[in-house]
């Protein structure tokens, strides 16, 4: 159940492009928000409303130092990445073996009457 | 029979090839003939495409609608950047679901190898600007976590012709 709904949290985390793109980021190293922030050119309370759900999603953790709170990609952060990417996979994979089934009767004519190439 | 492969290509990438065991031509029309693109560009099981309008030419416009009889759907949108028949698609498109998503910016090609066809693809995720402009409609208002989990698990599948 627990389970269940973490993979919930974490796919609605990842299927932001902004968010998988500070996934991407924080994949290279730590990084604070003012950080995040300036490849991106989006404000900081936007960078910060991403992080916290990907906080939540359990993706990225926080560590403090000083008055910064640089952001690493938590172990969990690199699974789940792995994990949308595959989930992506199978999904165009459905369309694609759907569409060989398509591209075998297409074909049909085209083999009897030997194709020109 | 080949499996599609799938990789991240720096931070706004993701490329991926497929073998077919048919000609680029017939690959190439799959991708471009509205009647066709019904018959497989579906998604999960149980989601039909009633609505499929395709004008495959540079600068024609495509036009997607998804329902899953349950009274659940969605739509995309796209052009046609470039066109080089048989060979390569370049295309823009985004989701409504139904907020707007980001623009995705796919260039498909079509290769003979062997008997068949080697398709690759490769998708451009949004820039910060097109992200910046999300956030201002999308992230306020929150999005719905089916919409959230359909757009994790559909976004490219609906991109694809």
């Known amino acids: 159940m627990q389970d269940a709904l973490n993979l919930d949290t974490a796919f609605a985390a990842l299927a932001d492009p902004t968010r998988r793109a500070i996934l991407s980021r924080l994949s290279t190293g730590e990084a604070t928000v003012m950080e995040l922030a300036e490849p991106f050119r989006i404000s900081q309370p936007a960078v910060s409303q991403h992080l916290k759900v990907l906080e939540e999603a359990g993706l990225v953790v926080r560590r403090i130092e000083g008055t910064k709170r640089p952001r690493r990609l938590a172990k969990h952060g690199i699974e789940a990445m792995d994990r949308w990417l595959e989930t992506l996979r199978k999904a165009l994979e459905t369309n694609y073996d759907r569409l060989d089934a398509v591209l075998a009767e297409m074909d049909q004519p085209n083999r009897t009457g030997g194709k020109e190439e | ?161």
């Not at chain 2, 609505?51 to 009274?71: H, I, Q, S």
């Not at chain 2, 451009?124 to 999005?143: F, I, N, V």
């Not at chain 2, 919409?147 to 559909?154: D, F, K």
Request: glycine fraction near 10%.
């Open chain 2, 1 to 161: 029979m080949s499996k599609l492969t799938l990789k991240t290509e720096g931070e706004t990438h993701i490329v991926g090839s497929r073998h077919f065991a048919a000609s680029p031509e017939a690959v190439y029309r799959a991708h471009t003939d509205p009647k066709i693109i019904q018959l497989w560009l579906l998604g999960p099981d149980g989601w039909t495409m009633p609505v499929c309008l395709c004008d495959a030419k540079t600068g024609g416009m495509f036009r997607y609608e998804w329902r899953n009889g349950k009274g659940e759907g969605f739509h995309v949108t796209g052009e046609f950047l470039e066109l080089e028949p048989f060979r390569r698609i370049v295309h823009v498109s985004r989701m409504f679901l139904p907020d707007r998503t980001p623009d995705n910016h796919q260039v498909t090609t079509f290769e003979a190898d062997g008997e068949g066809t080697l398709m690759t693809l490769r998708m451009t995720l949004p820039d910060s600007k097109t992200r910046d402009a999300m956030l201002a409609t999308g992230m306020e208002r929150g999005m719905e976590a089916s919409y959230a989990r359909l757009e994790g698990m559909m976004p490219v599948s609906a991109h694809l012709a």
